[in-house]
């Protein structure tokens, strides 16, 4: 079934010039793009973003971490758009993420580890409306 979900390229991807190569592979997955947006998030933003880990000792340093610098974002569609993406990314931690995925090519550890995607169908509605207006989603 054809989905959306929300992908992030996080400050050290875009730092390390990985946006071209992460759009190929979501082009390659069947994965097409129809929003997208670079930004830089400020404090406010992306604990509200991250709020669902508000209580997690790694609060403060993600927020820190995803406010460090540009990131893109984008709105993914295709057959199974949120766990094909999921696939793409990888484990949580590069260290356990299967060879080939995007964290366990370029993740620096758990906390920078590339790459954003929402977990599931609801997470999905959600995060895409955090960035996009209606008006701003282009299927083609
Ligand atoms: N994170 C972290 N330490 C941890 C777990 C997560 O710094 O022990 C960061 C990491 O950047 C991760 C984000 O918090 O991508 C959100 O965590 P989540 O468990 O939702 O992982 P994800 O869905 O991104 O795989
Ligand atoms: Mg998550």
């Known amino acids: 079934m054809s989905q959306r979900t929300l992908s992030i390229i996080k400050p050290d991807g875009v730092a390390q010039g990985l946006i071209g190569e992460i759009y190929k592979r979501f082009a390659d997955a069947g994965l097409k793009i129809i929003a997208a947006r670079m930004l830089h998030l400020d404090d406010q933003q992306a604990r509200e ?4 880990h508000c209580e997690r000792p790694f609060y403060d340093d993600l927020v820190a971490y995803m406010t460090s610098g540009p990131i893109m974002v984008q709105v993914l ?7 094909r993406n999921r696939e793409l990314m990888g ?14 090519d370029f993740g ?16 999905a509605g959600e995060e895409i409306d955090f960035f996009f207006r209606r008006a701003e989603l282009h299927p083609h």
Not at 77 to 83: K, L, M, N, P, R
Not at 111 to 120: A, I, L, Q, T, Y
């Open 108 to 123: 620096e550890s758990v906390e920078r580890n590339v790459v954003h995607g929402s977990d599931g169908p609801g997470t």
């Open 91 to 104: 484990a949580t931690n590069p260290a356990d993420a299967a060879r080939g995925t995007v964290r366990a």
């Open 49 to 52: 973003f991250y709020r669902v």
């Open 77 to 83: 569609e295709g057959v199974d758009a949120i766990d």
